[in-house]
Structure formats: structure tokens, C-alpha cells
């Protein structure tokens, strides 16, 4: 299963793109042998402001995708929940996962209405470089405790 972070705009050279980077890739690797991956990050950019123009450019990157939409009003899961839930998707025959992150407003609500599913890292607000950088760390922990490593500890 394809694994991708779909977020509006580019982020600029900085720590948090480097630790996306990252933990992408590390998730890339882990989770060949697990039938999950390449895990991807796809930034996106609309041609007008808003959340409308912003819906319509990234459902371009949604086709034949399970979605997943970062939002404030989500569910938070826990680390081994989360693990569990990409399994079960992978194990369903889900091709491809995508997790969406919006813009600075967040994300059109009929999108939202549209994803499998809703997740929020908890009831803050977190810049978009945070939020990306967390993101692409829990999917690397979520493809470690699937492997069996030991970096997630309880």
C-alpha cells in the first residue's frame, strides 16, 4: 500500500522538512518488507485563495486513494491504534493511503465530509511544518511497531 502526505504549500529548507524527509524515507524502508510504501509527500499549491480552491487542487492527488483528513475536530489515536489502523486498510486491500493536510485555514469541509476518516493530533493548533513533520514520524513508528522494532515503546 502507497502511503502519501498530500499538504497545500511548500515548505521552505528548514529542520521540519528535513525530519519529513526523514522519517520518510526511514518508513520507505521499513515498511518494504510489510507491503506498505513508498511513503511519499506531495505539496501542493492552489491557484486562488481558500479552502474551495485548495479542495480542488488537491482532490486531484485523491483518485483511487483511501483519505484520510487532518483536522483539528479528528480523532486523536494512539501510536499502536494508529499502527493497527494502516494495517487493517493495507490488510483490506487498500492500494493507496493518503493523509491530507490543508492550508493555513485547514480544509474545505466538503473534503473532510468526503475522507475515511478524520485524525487530529490532539486539541492544539500546530504550524503546517510541525504538523507534516509529526505526521510523516508517526507513520515511520506506525511501520516499526508493524515490523516489530523496537523503537516504539510503551
Known sequence: MKIAIVAIGRLARSPE???VKLYAER?????????LGP???VEV???KPG?????EALSAHLVDSHVIACDERGKPRASRAFAAEI???RDRGVR???FLIGGADGLDPGLVARAGGVMAFGPQTWPHALARAM???QIYRAVSILGGSPYHRD
Open 17 to 19: 522538512t528535513e525530519l
Open 27 to 35: 518508513a520507505t524502508v521499513a515498511g518494504r518488507a510489510l507491503a
Open 39 to 41: 511513503v511519499e509527500v
Open 45 to 47: 499549491e492552489a491557484k
Open 51 to 55: 479552502k474551495a480552491a485548495e479542495a
Open 87 to 89: 494495517e487493517g486498510l
Open 96 to 98: 493507496r493511503l493518503v
Open 135 to 137: 505526521l510523516a514520524e
